[in-house]
């Protein structure tokens, strides 16, 4: 049975609710910070000695040197021809379609000429090194290698290193043959907290990036974490969401199969349907009922929906929108007549899917947006990955004699009014003043 929780807008406590529902925050777990930091510092000290060490403990890998952690050019070639062809095709079409997408996403220089010459402008480079984290261990993920080395790729980055758990003692042939298609430079066979460590400071083996992307457990989360500042990073990713607001109309099964494709992520993942017709909310739950059985990851499904999941009832389609940008979520379904009037009011999401025949599962591996979202209401601040966050921006100032002068003038100003006398002499200096 599925006991996922019914709300509705007319209930007096209805936010307060809404909130202990939606309300996920990485709670401090003072155990995993100091096993995180431990690894972190280890193998920021110790280097590749560390990485073998985790690798026999974490991993079992019987590995007498690091190199035995990187993936050999000829094994990774090998597998475009180990997975079957519809495979190796669906990857092919799944990364043409992101990096025409993230084609458009790249940011541009430009300059701009003031009355007097000055010149005024915006450099943009690639970033020279990133590390993609892909997560393994409980199943394969192609789809996350394509999502963050594609548009690397894309915005020029000079060298793409991608770390993969490999608790089994082996990477799957499908992970390495997207890595292929991707263009992904280096593979290494680590995982967890000293993956992300020995990509933000490098070892003997294992070169330094500039940024770290990918998502993860809690420990790469929290090594991420802690490494921002020594490299950049995308995001702290949570639990996977999704919320689809419908009309009523779409066939139950198919929103029903769509809040199933979230909650299989894990237990902590979250689906919710907002509705204002309440009789569509019980035929979606009569279809969950009737789905379920026959699911393969049922039982986290299950746990999913009855911990995280909601079916909400509201007054109508507006309070929809309210409901939608209070919860801010990851992926955003608008099952409705008229989608793009409804996302007019709708100011905060990862991700969103118009209309009764865009599933979210196809965002997830081959529409061309990226699958790295935003999670618990950090759309209300942040963007999905893209190519713009391997650019990165430089400001151009190029001043003639006569811009020289006059914001000499203005800036002599302001630095005296700071006390930095340096500062104004250096100003006046260009300026044609005497910096006294």
């Known amino acids: 049975m599925v006991d996922i929780a019914r709300l509705s807008t007319t209930q007096p406590d209805f936010w307060e609710s809404l909130e202990r529902l939606t309300g996920w925050e990485a709670q401090p777990n003072v155990e995993l910070e100091r096993a995180v930091a431990e690894i972190v510092d280890a193998v920021r000290r110790d280097g590749d000695a560390a990485l073998l060490d985790y690798a026999r403990r974490f991993d079992g890998a019987e590995v007498a040197d690091a190199a035995d952690l990187e993936v050999p050019l000829e094994r990774r070639r090998a597998a475009m021809q180990d997975v079957p062809p519809e495979v190796r095709e669906a990857l092919e079409v799944a990364a043409e379609r992101i990096r025409v997408y993230a084609r458009r996403q790249l940011l541009e220089p430009w300059t701009y000429t003031e009355a007097d ?73 680590i995982g967890g907290a000293q993956a992300v460590a020995a990509l933000a400071y490098g070892t003997e083996t294992v070169p330094e990036v500039d940024k770290i992307v990918g998502p993860g457990n809690a420990y790469v989360a929290e090594a991420k974490r802690r490494v921002f500042g020594k490299v950049g990073i995308d995001l702290i990713a949570g639990p996977s969401e999704v919320l689809i607001i419908s009309d009523g109309q779409t066939d139950p099964d198919w929103v029903a199969m769509d809040l199933f494709s979230q909650a299989e992520h894990d237990e902590q993942a979250q689906a919710i349907l907002v509705c204002p017709d309440p009789l569509y909310l019980d035929q979606v739950q009569a279809s969950m009922e009737r789905l379920l059985p026959d699911m393969e990851r049922s039982e986290i499904i299950r746990a999913s929906l009855n911990a995280r999941g909601a079916l909400i009832c509201v007054r109508d389609l507006t309070e929809a929108q309210e409901v939608a940008n209070r919860i801010a979520p990851e992926h955003l379904e608008l099952s409705v007549a008229e989608p793009e009037r409804l996302a007019e009011g709708i100011r905060h999401a990862g991700a969103v899917f118009f209309g009764r025949h865009t599933a979210e599962a196809v ?34 100032l190029h001043c003639s004699p006569a811009g020289a002068a006059t914001l000499g003038a203005t800036a002599s100003v302001l630095a005296r009014g700071e006390g930095l006398t340096a500062h104004a002499r250096s100003a006046e200096y260009r300026g044609g003043g005497d910096g006294q």
């Open 117 to 189: 010459g000055t010149v005024l402008g915006q450099k943009v480079t690639p970033l020279d090194r990133v590390g993609i984290y892909v997560p393994g261990g409980k199943a394969a993920y192609p789809s996350s290698v394509l999502m963050s080395a594609v548009p690397a790729r894309v915005a020029g980055v000079g060298e793409i290193v991608m770390t993969v758990p490999v608790p089994d003692g082996s990477v799957p042939a499908v992970v390495l043959a997207a890595a292929e298609v991707a263009g992904v430079d280096r593979i290494f066979t």
């Open 363 to 396: 965002g997830d591996y081959c529409a061309g947006p990226n699958h790295t979202l935003p999670t618990a209401r950090t759309a209300r601040f942040a963007s999905p990955l893209g190519a713009y966050e391997f650019q990165k921006r430089s400001t151009v």
